[in-house]
């Protein structure tokens, strides 16, 4: 039995001599072949009483086997990431980073630096936990202090992207300062308040703008009695960074 291998002849050679013109064979002949698209061995035999016809055209018709995306990692596409949706109740969580300043339209005046973390409890619907660190330039001894609020915002008007939102939100906190606050009253107070803003979309990642205007509220509640209790109502301005996280 004559051999041989297939994967060493050229595809011209092989066209070749693959017609359909009748061959005549004498022994058996058998090709070990080695070529994608081919079968893995052709053997011939003699013809008893007619000439045998090789047609290997069909089979060198064929095309190779196409690599897939398994075959090749770096052509796979990686799977979309999910964004933060702000506005809707599974767009995760966000992180506000702020300032604020309040006066008394007096000779009070209220700073402070925030951090909050917000989620949105339903659509449009976002609860937020705050803590601010303060400085108190006031009537008698300047003091600073901490705070942790918490918030409920609506959002209420906005577009369908929310490019855009404006929103009202009521808060209450907590505040312990190193004097006393105002200066005739307590170093422990609560820190209600209300009031109106806005944020704005600022770029594809996420990030937005706050700003807002609030009545600001540090009070006792007569804690330590009627008479020491002097409260302090101030409007208070704002404005933070919103990062999506």
Not at 129 to 149: I, K, L
Request: proline share 7%.
């Amino acid at each position: 039995m004559l051999r041989f291998n297939a994967a060493r002849l050229s595809a011209a050679t092989l066209s070749l001599f693959a017609l359909t013109a009748p061959v005549a064979l004498a022994t058996p002949l058998s090709f070990a072949t080695g070529t994608p698209g081919l079968p893995a061995q052709l053997t011939l035999s003699p013809a008893a009483t007619a000439p045998l016809a090789l047609d290997m055209s069909a089979a060198l018709k064929q095309d190779p086997a196409q690599p897939t995306a398994a075959d090749n990692p770096a052509t796979t596409t990686p799977a979309p990431t999910k964004k933060s949706a702000f506005g809707q109740s599974d767009g995760g969580w966000w992180l506000t980073l702020g300032a604020a300043a309040a006066s008394d339209l007096d000779s009070d005046y209220d700073f402070n630096g925030h951090i909050a973390a917000s989620t949105f409890v339903a659509t449009d619907f976002e609860f937020a936990v705050e803590a601010a660190g303060w400085y108190f330039d006031q009537q008698g001894p300047n003091t600073g202090g901490v705070s942790g609020s918490m918030v409920f915002r609506w959002h209420f008007c906005h577009d369908d992207d929310y490019s855009y939102t404006v929103f009202g939100d009521v808060g209450i906190g907590l505040l312990g300062s190193f004097d006393n606050t105002p200066a005739d009253g307590s170093s422990f107070n609560f820190l209600p308040r209300i009031g109106l803003g806005a944020t704005f979309k600022l770029d594809d990642a996420g990030d937005r703008l706050q700003i807002g205007v609030r009545y600001h509220h540090i009070s006792n509640a007569r804690l330590f009695g009627d008479g020491d209790n002097p409260a302090r109502d101030s409007v208070m301005l704002y404005a933070g960074i919103i990062f999506p996280f």
